[in-house]
């Protein structure tokens, strides 16, 4: 009994030393680098493209932060103002709470308009002759009445 099964162990050995034999041949030749060369190639452009797509779908989800440039800041180094002046054109701006603060500095209606904060009234007679200064030296121009009080024209 010993003999027939020993009999069949045979090519089941010698398929194994073929697949042995296979795999090494396999290793060593060049078209199984190849065939690596080539999956090693397309993980790398995988990999890729999934980082770029993610980097794309990231940026696209996030909201861009628009960096406005500061005219306000600009218009007042052009109108060569002391750094009083522009304490207090900022202070103005922060209490009228304009879209665009630089509108106060184009006439001096918008400044009067910006020091009553849109309400129509000057509540600090200080601040008033401070912008009343502020508005002679850059318009030449005395500070108008408020919007509200100016006299209508029919």
């Known amino acids: 009994m010993n003999e027939p099964s020993r009999g069949l162990a ?5 398929a194994q030393e073929d697949q042995i034999e296979n795999l090494r041949r396999g290793f060593t030749e060049e078209v199984a680098s190849r065939e690596l ?3 090693l190639l397309a993980a790398v452009a995988f990999s890729a493209l999934a980082f770029f797509l993610r980097r794309c779908l990231r940026r696209s989800r996030e909201p861009r932060r628009v960096v406005r440039p500061d005219y306000l800041v600009h218009a007042a180094h052009l109108l060569a103002l002391t750094a009083d002046e522009r304490r207090l054109v900022q202070r103005l701006a922060a209490r009228a709470r304009l879209a665009e603060p630089v509108t106060m500095l184009l006439s001096p209606r918008n400044l009067a308009h910006a020091l009553s904060g849109g309400s129509g009234q000057h509540a600090d007679p200080q601040l008033y002759g401070q912008v009343d200064a502020l508005c002679q030296r850059v318009f030449h121009e005395p500070l108008p009445p408020p ?5 209508q024209v029919a």
Do not use: A, M
């Not at 045979?10 to 010698?14: Q, S």
């Not at 919007?147 to 006299?151: G, H, M, N, V």
């Open 147 to 151: 919007p509200d009080e100016s006299p």
């Open 10 to 14: 045979w090519p089941i050995l010698l």
């Open 37 to 39: 060369q080539v999956l």
